[in-house]
């Protein structure tokens, strides 16, 4: 052996050393050591390739017998579709570590699908709760991005660009958007330029390989984000805060740390925004470490505190004696809970339909719409209606000259002023409405409603007519001269029998 070669002989010993030292820590933490062969594989640009093959890690720890099925399928799918594209991007060979950074942005989102089968949905803003838990799938799209590919490379690099965004669909809720449509949308965008290797590249199985599994990775992403997480990501309503599941699963015993199908050696602490010290495992770790070698621990010596000693109880006091019995507590009213309405509040107008939807909104929520708590809807066509469902103690104000029609349904306490309706008001399962034309509405529609009180304009009071099923308390208001008259729609009616037929008439208590 030359002697130039011979001379780093020290220097090979004490990376070995270093690299015995480094497999001792990863296996007492849990972490798969690599393969023997790990430092020298590499892609056929030098740079290290991801190996599919490897045991690795799970971002979030679960133990396999306990993984939910949305965790299960997802696993699939990354087997399936996610590694096979990971494989091709390193058979190019003109890919540098796209397979391996692809890899990883899947496991980040394999991560947030275990913590949320784990934990109850957040009640903050879903970008905020999630931020800390997206950072490996964020670090990974930001070092595909920050690659500089060659030319002859280019359109495949931009074709897994435009595959990326298919990641935030953990962050999309309806009514807003569809989760899927993430997915939806991405097939598209990345077609666009996998037809163009298609067309250069009609012989080259590689090359097609390529382009029909970036294609099949977002279908099947999109398959299962329909399955499992169709309105939004699926969260475990009996489980704990996502901060105490993300503590909870940071450190996992060592065998119940299961081998997810991509595997990241990248530790959860990254992952859960540098939730390591402070958690019960590091309290747990730290009593362990302090019990010494004749089995004594940081509680051994401690005395029992008997019940006497315990002042916190109430049949004692500080000389231990037993206090004298309490009068019994007064019986405190029963406090009537407010209604709490289901759903998530939505305003907002949807082309489909030329519809204004107002849903789940109270008089707090209304406050977030606007100042002063009075929703305002902006007519801007009069094909357009408004349709407001399960609201509670709001104002909708209503601009515009005119518009198709107006529906409340299930709503409480809710005052509407409008303009002119085209075709009708329709009030359905309603308590306690107020409302108000200021142009003209030609037919009011009103069944199974109690307590409505509806305000006409002059030109609406010549025209205005009215239908009532199953309801009561309905009265209507318009102008008789300078002064507003109020009438009650009758509620009570009499029938008769003449001839054969049916003849009804209102009850005399209304004339």
Excluded at 333 to 360: A, C, M
Aim: glycine share 8%; with cysteine; charged share 25%.
């Amino acid at each position: 052996m030359p002697s130039s070669v011979t001379g780093l002989d020290p220097l090979k010993h004490l990376f070995e050393g270093i690299l015995g030292r480094l497999e001792a820590l990863e296996s007492k933490v849990g972490v798969a050591a690599p393969s023997s062969g790990s430092l020298s594989a590499g892609s056929s640009h030098g740079k290290s390739t991801p190996r599919p093959g490897t045991k690795r890690l799970s971002v979030v720890h679960v133990s396999p017998g306990d993984a939910a099925e949305s965790v299960k399928a997802f696993d699939e799918y990354i087997k399936t579709s996610v590694m096979p594209l990971a494989l091709t991007c390193d058979e190019l060979g003109g890919m540098d570590d796209i397979g391996k950074h692809l890899l990883d942005a899947w496991d980040g989102i394999r991560g947030i699908i275990v913590l949320a089968t784990k934990s109850k949905a957040p009640e903050e803003e879903l970008s905020t709760a999630l931020a800390p838990h997206l950072v490996q799938t964020q670090d990974s799209i930001k070092a595909i991005q920050a690659m500089k590919v060659d030319r002859d490379w280019d359109r495949h690099y931009k074709a897994i660009s435009e595959m990326l965004p298919c990641n935030s669909w953990v962050l999309c809720k309806s009514p807003k958007m569809l989760p899927s449509n993430c997915a939806k949308d991405a097939i598209g965008a990345a077609e666009f330029w996998t037809n163009k290797i298609r067309k250069d590249f009609k012989d080259d199985e590689a090359q097609q390989d390529f382009c029909n599994n970036i294609k099949k990775s977002l279908v099947q992403l999109a398959a299962y984000i329909e399955k499992f997480h169709m309105t939004g990501l699926a969260w475990n309503p009996k489980g704990v805060s996502l901060a105490e599941a993300a503590v909870v699963m940071a450190e996992p015993p060592e065998d119940k740390v299961p081998k997810s199908p991509i595997g990241s050696k990248r530790r959860a602490s990254g992952m859960m925004g540098g939730v390591v010290g402070g958690n019960l495992t590091g309290l747990v770790s730290e009593l362990a470490a302090k019990r010494s070698a004749d089995g004594s621990s940081a509680a051994t010596g401690l005395r029992k505190v008997t019940k006497d000693q315990q002042t916190w109880r109430k049949e004692f006091n500080k000389d231990g004696s037993k206090a004298a019995a309490a009068p019994a507590p007064k019986p405190k009213p029963v406090k009537v809970e407010k209604k709490k309405l289901t759903g998530l509040p939505i305003f907002e107008y949807q082309d489909r339909g030329h519809k204004w939807v107002i849903e789940n909104h109270t008089a707090e929520s209304a406050k977030k719409e606007s100042a002063n708590g009075i929703m305002t809807v902006d007519i801007a066509d009069p094909k357009q209606q408004v349709y407001i469902y399960n609201c509670h103690g709001i104002t909708v104000k209503v601009n515009g000259e005119k518009f198709k029609s107006l529906i409340l349904d299930k709503c409480e306490k809710v005052n509407v002023v409008f303009t002119s309706v085209i075709s009708s008001t329709e009030v359905v399962n309603c308590k306690k409405l107020q409302l108000q034309t200021d142009g003209i509405c030609p037919v009011f529609t009103i069944d199974k409603t109690v307590g409505c009180l509806i305000w006409l304009s002059k030109e609406s009071a010549a025209v205005s007519s009215f239908l009532s099923s199953m309801s009561s308390e309905l009265n209507v208001n318009f102008p008789d001269g300078d002064d507003m008259k109020e009438l009650p729609i009758p509620e009570q009616f009499v029938h008769k029998l003449e001839k054969g037929s049916l003849k009804s008439g209102v009850s005399d208590l209304y004339h």
